[in-house]
């Protein structure tokens, strides 16, 4: 591929031979890169950091800068700033400008508003001719920073809450003017640019800079104008704003965003995991990093800048260029060759105060995004009795997976190797093109083999342990290829027969020392550990929550890769949970009290829901036939610690068809979500801090959410 080629594949999310890059700095950080490289030529800088991307430009033909009183300088545009000197670099601070008193439309309609009559875009189609293999870029509108600082930033947000159509004038000025500037642009240049960028911060590193609502009435529509010509020209649309702008996002795609730039990891909710697994396969991120600079204003004129630290040196420079790539390239594309990117749990963990957590139910909603286990699209019968119902091959079931699309299906899970592999990992990635459904869990199916007769990672046979965990790389290898969020790992085939003569220490060193060095042979990735107490083997290895909570501190000690033992570092787990319902009650546990522990170390990656009555033999139900009640406490705990992973479905449909089975579950999830939602949040939370003032008051809630309401 050349960079044009590499770039355009990144933005419609396919597989580039490598990450494109970009780059762009202030001036005093690219002469010192110049200095340091011996070259007064800026292409010669970025041909070496490899640079994927050029941009073009019209040129200024209109007035010089007005110089004010005290080295004020204003610009086309009426905007004011000061230079001011640090002991490194200069920058622009912004002042104050005729239109931060205005209080009428009349002021506002006062003000010399410019034209793109102040350039010459003739010569673009000279520079993109220039880069015939380079992605060309064309940039510099700004439809709400700019605006903010003629107007002033209060002014503006005033504006908008009291006086809206001022609000409006002065943001319409700004887009009739880049709107007439794209066109031109367009027309000049000949189609010789493939990317647009428009510059706009919203965010700031907690939140937003103004609400969703307001964002929806004052950009929005003005962004969908420019994006609209982009898209009409076969022009992609990327749109910068620094910050918090997660919620956002949805309205970015909806509007026509192509690439949102940059990703800035440090801001609250920009986890890159979350955001691929979310927002992935609709919008394609610019840029990664977490190095927050100061400064970061519009400069002069027509263009905006991200402001490079003045003092980075150029060592610096290229460390941070490459830390950035890095960091964006497991993110920026789906599937391909590892693509795994670990799931931030870490947001589980979050305490909060009574009037957070009421805040938190009031506001937070579980995302149903269903999963579905390949595995029981044709059960295959039992101990007592044959199949009712003939196999499956792979594709047909995989058809079916299609079809549970409609159902809110998004995800299937799946066995290594005989329900999914290397060789027919390509018909997963089919059905994720063609229906939306992701591979997105796997495990190692050793439980299944003879020669596993005595346990897998536990068997007292070194031999016997070693093929496993050929098996287990081979997984964790396939797990990075496939994009999947995690190895689920259920170790149904360890423990032991009896309690007499077992060697406990040895068992669970077996399994612990195993499973770490295949972790440590393929580092980064997530295993999702699921609990039972027994079945198949009659005392599983690991017999409920809190053994799992003791394995995984135990493996994760373990350890020694230097990614997995930064990544353990950084706060996050390498062994994850992905427990199912049914075996928590297997087990005589309480659903929510269970799963909390497991929040409480962030550690829930992946559940698997659907009933069971308590003890008994594993039955895998439909979710809600039995323990409805319990169910519907899990999803509200759920719910206080705003699970965001998958709700995988886990069932046995041996007497009805799996499409009705799957139907049916995913409706009942809905309905209890619903419920759990409808739940008087402040009134249960005043039970839990004030039980005394309460007396009977959960008693009457759990009765009030059963009463048949008349339309």
Known sequence: MNSRERVLAAIGRKIPDRTPADYKAEPVVNDRLMGRWRTDDYEAVLDRLQVNIRRIEPRYQGPPSKSL???????????????????????????????????????????????????????????????????????????FTRPSILRGMENLLVDMAKRPEMAHYVIGKFADFYAEDLTRALEASQGGFQLYCEWSDYGTQAGLLLSRQMWREFAGPYLKRLADICHSAGVAFMLHSCGAVRELIPDFISIGVDVLDPIQTMAAGMEPAGLKRDFGDRIAPGGTGGSEAPGGHPRKGRRLHHRSQPQHTARHARGEYSRHVRAGAANALIGGKDMYTLTDLRYQAKRRTPEELLEQLRSFSLDLKLSVGIWYFAP?????????????????????????????????????????????????????????????????????????????????????????????????????????????????????????????????????????????????????????????????????????????????????????????????????????????MMGFEILPYSYMRITREARLQHIHVNSQPLGNYDQDLNVGVVNWQDAEALLYALKMVGYSGYFGIDINPERMPVLEAVRINARVLQIMNQRVDALPHEKLLDCFYHPEANRGGIESILAESYAIRKE
């Open 69 to 143: 009183p005290g080295g004020i300088s204003e610009d086309f545009w009426g905007i004011r700033s000061k230079t001011m000197q640090t002991a490194v670099a200069s920058y622009d601070m912004f002042v104050a400008t005729e239109l931060w008193a205005a209080s009428s439309m009349a002021e506002l309609e006062r003000h010399p508003w410019p034209s793109p009559d102040l350039f010459d875009y003739s010569v673009m189609a000279g520079q993109a001719e220039r880069c015939p293999e380079q992605a060309v870029m064309y940039e510099g509108s700004d439809l």
């Open 380 to 584: 295959g019968g039992g101990r007592f009795h044959e199949r009712y119902v003939p196999d499956l091959s792979i594709e047909d079931r995989l058809a079916l997976a299609a079809k549970m699309a409609r159902f809110g299906v998004k995800g299937i899970e799946a066995h290594y190797p005989s329900e999914v592999n290397e060789q027919n990992l390509h018909l997963y990635k089919k059905l994720e093109k063609e229906a939306g459904v992701r591979l997105v869990g796997l495990g190692p199916d050793s439980f299944r083999h003879p020669d596993c007769e005595f346990g897998s990672l536990s068997n007292p046979d070194r031999k016997k342990r070693e093929a496993v965990q050929k098996s287990i790389i081979g997984a964790l290898k396939l797990v990075k290829e496939a994009g999947a969020t995690h190895m689920g790992l259920w170790p149904g085939i360890d423990g032991f027969l009896y309690p007499l003569g077992t060697v406990y220490y040895d068992m669970w060193d077996w399994f612990e020392g195993a499973l770490a060095e295949c972790m440590d042979e393929v580092p980064g990735v997530r295993i999702g550990l699921e609990t039972k107490p027994y079945e198949p083997a009659p005392n599983n290895i690991y017999r409920n929550t809190a053994d799992g909570l003791v394995m995984a501190r135990d493996v994760e000690a373990r350890l020694k890769n230097p990614v997995n033992r930064k990544l353990l570092e950084q706060g996050h787990c390498l062994i994850g949970f992905q427990p199912e319902i049914g075996h928590v």
